[in-house]
Structures are given as C-alpha cells and as structure tokens.
C-alpha cells in the first residue's frame, strides 16, 4: 500500500504547509480557520474537513472533537454525505471519513454501530505515535472503522499525517447505471436448485448497512435489519 504524507492548517496559517505538499483544508470555520477559494485553488487535491457538526456534507472529513462535531453528529453526517459522493454533489470528494483524537474514537465507533453504519474511515490523531506504527495500522486496516490516517505530530502552524494514498484516489466521479447479475437460485430459472436459505447484505445508497434473508417457502426476501 502506498502512503502519502498530509499536512493540514487553517487559512491563518496557510502559507506554512511547504509548497508540494498535500493539504488538508477546512471548508467551514471562523475567518482565520476556514479556507477561502483562493486557498482552494493553490492546493487543487486538498482534503476538505467540515469542522462544525456536519453543515458540509461534500467535505472528505468531519472533525469530531471540542467545538466541533459529536460522535452523534458523526452518525448522521455520513449517510448524508455518502449520498453526496455517490450523486457526484461535488465531483472529486473522497468516501467520507471522520478526524478524532484517540480517546474518542470509541466514542465514534460505538455512534457508528448504534446507527447501523461500517466501512467508516479514520483519521486518528495520536501525537508522537512512530510513523512506522501508523503505517502498519493504515496497512492493516481493520473492518468496520479502518484507520486510513493517523496525525502524528503537530509542528505548531501545522500537523503532520500520514495517509493511505489508496483512500485519497477513491474519489466521486460520473455515475454510471450498472444493472445487477442475477443471483443463482429459482428466479433465473423454474426448474433450478433452490436455496434452503440465503443472506443479502450490503450497504445502500443512504449509508447504511441492510440485511435481508430470503424465505425459500414464498419466494420473498424479508428485512431483518
């Protein structure tokens, strides 16, 4: 897996993120913290992060910490903000993530479980983690809640990250209308084998994960979650 090293900084500071680096910008915020479209334009490929409780629902990132968003907050500003990836809201915003200290991210996580949500990536801050460690963690990434960066340090004017290069290039594009295979069983053909039982899962276009089980004895497939 390749990684990308990030630094973020708010519009104040800038002029302190070193010129070819990658940039992680705010999209809301006070004067001095959210960037202007100036900022935007020097650094095209920026990570955008909502740093209230989630008005930004085409922002890469929301920022879960004092002043800023909740864990609850997170919970509904990732459904509305996968629908924007998915509708191309803003063309080229990443599979949206959440930013935490690493004393919240339980907190998060258990928000994320309660409202049926996986595949949630994190950007942890863990200041003075080796940058070897965060590597490895990135690499791993671990199912439902994968740590896709983690904020190793702060340098003052700017905090330092490394980031999975494979979740910066997910980016929303032009929707192409894929029609779905059928499944092996009875509704491609009568005369077929028939399932005993069978589980569909899978995440729908509001976020969320669902379940359905099918009945072999009417044919119908029931929600369970």
């Not at 905090?159 to 209308?177: M, P, Q, Y």
């Not at 589980?199 to 369970?224: A, M, S």
Request: proline share 7%; glycine share 6%.
């Amino acid at each position: 897996m390749s990684i990308t090293f990030v630094r973020d900084a708010t519009h104040l500071n800038i002029n302190s993120i070193p010129a070819g680096m990658l940039a992680a910008l705010y999209t809301t915020g006070s004067a001095d913290i959210k960037a202007t479209p100036a900022d935007f334009q020097r650094h095209p490929d920026a990570i955008h992060i909502c740093q209230d409780f989630g008005s930004d629902d085409t922002a890469d990132i929301l920022d879960v910490e004092d002043f800023a968003a909740t864990p609850n907050d997170a919970a509904l500003w990732v459904p509305r903000a996968r629908h924007s990836f998915i509708t191309n809201k803003r063309p080229g915003q990443r599979w949206p993530g959440i930013y935490a200290s690493l004393s919240r991210i339980t907190a998060v996580a258990n928000a994320m479980v309660n409202a049926n949500l996986g595949n949630v990536p994190l950007w942890i801050a863990n200041w003075g983690m080796l940058q070897a460690a965060a590597i490895d963690q990135i690499v791993r990434g671990m199912q439902p809640f994968p740590p896709i960066a983690f904020q190793i340090r702060n340098d003052v004017t700017t905090d330092f990250s490394v980031f999975s290069t494979e979740w910066l290039n997910k980016r929303s594009g032009a929707i192409v209308a894929i029609k779905p295979t059928i499944p092996p069983g009875p509704w491609n053909d009568a005369h077929a084998w028939d399932w005993k039982d069978a589980t569909l899962t899978g995440i729908g276009l509001d976020g969320r994960l669902h379940t359905f089980v099918y009945n072999p004895g009417t044919g119908l497939w029931t929600k369970v979650d």
